[in-house]
């Protein structure tokens, strides 16, 4: 059974850093893309960023290109979202999330969810 943990989450102010993780247990996850997606409130859950896992090919939204990186430790099974330069509008629930094959973007095409990290950023 896949489980998704996410942590990091917490306040910050506009302009400052954080950095996501989410641990990844009950499968060998080298055929595996790993996403990040976030949901503010009253609002539909958007795409962040993704990566494949076997070879590091990324892909953001343009809402966050140049401010938030994503990466893998293979070794740890753990994805990380680094979020420099942040604003208020990242204000979100950030979830972690996993599908098997090509990189997609849409939340639907994700089949495994982690119960998600607030992060706040305030003006």
């Known amino acids: 059974q896949v489980q998704l943990v996410e942590s990091g989450g917490g306040l910050v102010q506009a302009g400052g850093s954080l950095r996501l993780s989410c641990a990844a247990s009950g499968r060998t996850f080298s055929s595996y893309v790993m996403g990040w997606f976030r949901q503010a409130p009253g609002k539909e859950r958007e795409f962040v960023a993704a990566i494949a896992w076997i070879y590091g090919g990324t892909s953001y939204a343009d809402s966050v290109k140049g401010r938030f990186t994503i990466s893998s430790d293979n070794a740890k099974n753990t994805l990380y979202l680094q979020m420099n330069s942040l604003k208020p509008e990242d204000t979100a629930v950030y979830y972690c999330?996993?599908?098997?094959?090509?990189?997609?973007?849409?939340?639907?095409?994700?089949?495994?969810w982690g119960q998600g990290t607030r992060v706040t950023v305030s003006s």
């Open positions: 999330a996993a599908r098997r094959g090509a990189v997609r973007t849409t939340p639907g095409e994700f089949d495994y």
